[in-house]
């Protein structure tokens, strides 16, 4: 579990602050709405105190199944690197187009169940952090947020940062 430590500095006493969780994007699904991601980041780029917390599943490729299965083969050790070399590529395009233009307004990406684990180790969500350069949440997360003015604290949140994947939506037979 992480806890990070955030501060927000209005400059009005009477700002609002607005922090606009995003999850399950699933931005190479057929089912992926551009326009409603557009949308959702323009809000947090033009609002001066809008904040975004990144929820998981930025992209859905693999769940935890799957990626059971791609552990499993170790008949060789370099198998996968053309495939490591293909998510970087995914993640750096995504960092790009989406997160760059807001990357000073989120305060962290969580992890949710649709991720890809490099060889080293390191998560897809994880390699986004390293080019936003902001922190990486895990699964879960706690974030004390400090909202001052003029440097005195006006209100200190606890929130709880998970993708909500720990109960479960999904069931087959058997």
């Given at each position: ?58 992209h859905n490729f693999l769940r935890g199944t ?109």
């Amino acid at each position: 579990m992480k806890l990070i430590d955030y501060t927000i500095k209005l400059k009005n006493v009477t700002d609002r602050v607005t922090l606009i969780p995003f999850g399950c994007l699933h931005a190479d699904d057929p089912g992926f709405r551009p326009q409603l991601l557009r949308e959702c980041f323009a809000r947090i780029k033009d609002d001066p105190n809008a904040y975004g917390i990144g929820m998981g599943d930025y992209h859905n490729f693999l769940r935890g199944t799957a990626r059971k299965h791609l552990k499993s083969y170790t008949a060789d050790e370099n198998s996968f690197e053309d495939l490591d070399n293909l998510i970087r590529n995914r993640a750096s395009a995504f960092y790009k187009e989406w997160l760059k233009p807001i990357e000073h307004k989120i305060i962290g990406l969580a992890e949710g169940n649709h991720y890809y684990q490099f060889k080293q180790g390191m998560t897809d969500t994880q390699y986004l952090c390293e080019f936003m350069d902001c922190p990486y949440l895990d699964k879960p997360a706690f974030i004390r947020l400090h909202i001052n003015y003029q440097g005195r604290a006006m209100r200190i949140l606890k929130i709880l940062v998970h993708h909500g994947d720990w109960a479960g939506g999904y069931t087959r037979i058997g």
